[in-house]
């Protein structure tokens, strides 16, 4: 429900977007800033903004402060109930994850026991690459992009999501690894290659009963 409701969310607000650049109206990309400059446009609307316009956008606006207060009231029962259960809160331990993302993974996987190792969890979310095998040379090409699309797509915010925090690396034991995978790979590549990792991390955490430790990183 809550992932429909986001949907919908940024569909109105491409819209509002596209009604505001279609009459010269420019808002920076990002929910947050036309967020903030809306109510503005609204308050003191340009010419190129006639009237029925301007109710159009307005009540487009209210459609999005409601959903927003939707998605609000969804979040935080999610989270009251993934405080409520211990494989949530022992995935929470791993960077990048949250109360939407673990409370999805223990309703997907549970704990975890159909898969034997990190990389069967990651090959079921689609996380892994293709390969071609030619004679004795291996390709690896894209992710297969196969299994659970929803996890698939919160796995890689969570990797986007550490990736804009790079004071965390140390404290997490993931510096080393991700500043050598910066040198040689595209940012997105990175993004997806952490999105992996983390996979296989939560995957180790939740079928071996522990919280995630950093130690363990590092020494690996």
Known sequence: ???????????????????????????RQ???????ELPR??????????PRMLRVIEDLAGDW?????RIDGL??????????????ERLMSVPGIGPIISSAIVAAIGGGDAFSKGRDFAAWLGLVPKQI????????????????????VLFVQAAWAVLIKPKSWAR???????????????????????ANKLARIAWSVLAHGRVFEATRIRAA
């Open 172 to 194: 997490h034991g993931l510096k080393p690894w991700l500043e050598a995978a910066k040198k040689r790979l595209h940012h997105n590549v990175v993004a997806v290659a952490l």
């Open 30 to 36: 990002g929910l947050r800033f036309l967020r903030a």
């Open 75 to 88: 979040s935080t029962e999610i989270e009251v109930l993934a405080r409520q259960d211990a494989g949530c």
């Open 41 to 50: 446009i609204l308050a003191r609307p340009c010419k190129a903004l006639s």
């Open 133 to 152: 095998s030619t004679g004795d040379r291996t390709i690896l090409g894209k992710i297969s992009k196969r299994g659970n699309r929803y996890l698939r």
């Open 1 to 27: 429900m809550r992932e429909r409701l986001v949907s919908q969310r940024t569909g109105i607000i491409n819209q509002i977007r596209a009604f505001l650049l279609e009459r010269g109206v420019a808002v």
């Open 65 to 69: 402060r409601r959903l927003d207060e």
